[in-house]
């Protein structure tokens, strides 16, 4: 049985011509509309310096600084007196070492946390672009007359996707 097209309000062209735009509007202009808008906002550079600094925060260590620096103190008074601080550079080396081995460990282990910044803040921008495809596709296809509230509230829609379990960030930890 064949559809009447001939009772409908409009034209069959019209709505072909019609479907025809909000299709382009759902798969090629709203994704795209969606990247350039969220590159122009700068938010992946946020989201990465905000990941890098809360990374440090969580990672930083609480060794502390050496207890006793003979040189410093004995310039303080005399500085030609430093010299005699020989024997307590002896005493301390082992203590200079072992922080030093502590702090090339820590560094290492920040590196290492490091490393999936990029990609966090990456899946963030593709799962939103993804999940509000019909919000930048309504925005798009306004001419961006029509602002829904996800493509308003962008910064939210972005840091709520960067929260996601699909790629949520554990900051190093295995």
């Known amino acids: ?10 034209s069959g062209g019209l709505m072909m011509g019609a479907a025809v735009i909000a299709l382009t509007a759902y798969f090629v202009a709203g994704p795209l509309v969606a ?6 906002s700068g938010w992946e550079t946020q989201c990465q310096a905000g990941l890098r600094a809360s990374i440090r925060r969580e990672h930083k260590s609480d060794a502390p600084l050496d207890a006793f620096d003979c040189r410093a103190i004995a310039g303080q008074f005399d500085p030609s007196s430093a010299g005699l601080c020989g024997f307590f550079d002896l005493l301390s080396a082992p203590a200079r ?6 702090q090339k460990l820590e560094t290492s282990r920040i590196n290492a946390a490091l490393e999936g910044v990029e990609t966090t803040c990456s899946c963030a921008i593709a799962l939103a672009v ?4 019909m919000p930048f596709a309504l925005y798009a296809g306004s001419l961006r007359m029509v602002t829904p509230e996800s493509v308003a509230r962008l910064q939210a829609t972005l840091d709520s996707a960067a929260r996601a379990p699909k790629c949520k960030f554990n900051g190093g930890a295995k």
């Open 1 to 10: 049985m064949r559809a009447d097209l001939s009772s409908l309000p409009m």
């Open 130 to 133: 993804e999940e509000k495809r």
């Open 97 to 102: 070492a072992a922080q030093a081995r502590a």
């Open 35 to 40: 990247k350039r808008t969220i590159a122009m």
